[in-house]
């Protein structure tokens, strides 16, 4: 088992920055590759980036190249993401979640999930 707690939301202006965490507990030699996920008010949760603990590979979608970083401190068992530029449309419930596999955009392939941590961008 591994347990996920994110934390650093909060509610932001367009342009600013916040940097989220997620500290993991429990088995955490069993993890490869961390993601971040988000969903708004009414939408899917959706894929963000993700990184592998050992390589430091990451992945972006499109929309948050550039703007949002993923980074992972093995020694705490933490991921981060860093998000500058923030607008609007980022606005969602942030999630993280650890990989097993498979595509790293299917839900299905996380077993294990945070609680969450609102971020709001207000314009």
């Known amino acids: 088992q591994v347990q996920l707690v994110e934390s650093g939301g909060g509610l932001v202006q367009t342009g600013t920055s916040l940097r989220l965490s997620c500290a993991a507990s429990g088995r955490t030699s069993s993890i490869y590759t961390t993601a971040w996920f988000r969903q708004a008010p009414g939408k899917e949760r959706e894929f963000v980036t993700a990184i592998n603990w050992s390589t430091g590979s990451t992945w972006y979608i499109d929309s948050v190249k550039g703007r949002f970083t993923i980074s992972r401190d093995n020694a705490k068992n933490t991921v981060y993401l860093q998000m500058n530029s923030l607008k609007p449309e980022d606005t969602a419930v942030y999630y993280c979640?650890?990989?097993?596999?498979?595509?790293?955009?299917?839900?299905?392939?996380?077993?294990?999930w945070g609680q969450g941590t609102q971020v709001t961008v207000s314009s």
């Open positions: 979640a650890v990989h097993r596999g498979g595509s790293y955009r299917v839900t299905a392939n996380y077993p294990y």
